[in-house]
């Protein structure tokens, strides 16, 4: 298993920038896909971002597509959510999770059944 813990959230204003980090424990760090995940008042948790171990490829949703950026930094065990532009409609809790099996069993591969730990979630607040 593998521990998660986010950090990082905060409440900002429209337009303002916010890096999310989430620590990893008990697993090396470079042998699982990692994934963020998000879920506002109300509504269904949904993919954010996710970043592949072998090769560290990195695929979005569309709604935060060229604001946010994932990464990694195996050295220190700890991935990053790096967010910019940030919109109101971007108020969630937002999780980091790990796929522990060297398989996508669901698809598409942003389902996050896929992801077996998670985090406690950390808060992120955009005001208008």
């Known amino acids: 298993q593998v521990q998660l813990v986010e950090s990082g959230g905060g409440l900002v204003q429209t337009g303002d920038s916010l890096r999310l980090s989430c620590a990893a424990s008990?697993?090396?760090?470079?042998?699982?896909?990692m994934g963020w995940f998000r879920q506002a008042p109300g509504k269904e948790r949904e993919f954010v971002a996710g970043i592949t171990w072998r090769g560290g490829s990195t695929y979005y949703a569309d709604s935060v597509k060229g604001r946010f950026t994932i990464s990694r930094d195996s050295a220190k065990n700890t991935g990053y959510l790096q967010m910019n532009s940030l919109k109101p409609e971007d108020t969630a809790v937002y999780y980091c999770?790990?796929?522990?099996?060297?398989?996508?069993?669901?698809?598409?591969?942003?389902?996050?059944?896929?992801?077996?730990?998670w985090g406690q979630g950390t808060q992120v607040t955009v005001s208008s």
């Open positions: 999770a790990a796929k522990l099996e060297p398989i996508y069993r669901f698809s598409p591969r942003t389902d996050e059944r896929n992801f077996g730990s």
């Open positions: 008990g697993r090396t760090f470079s042998m699982f896909d």
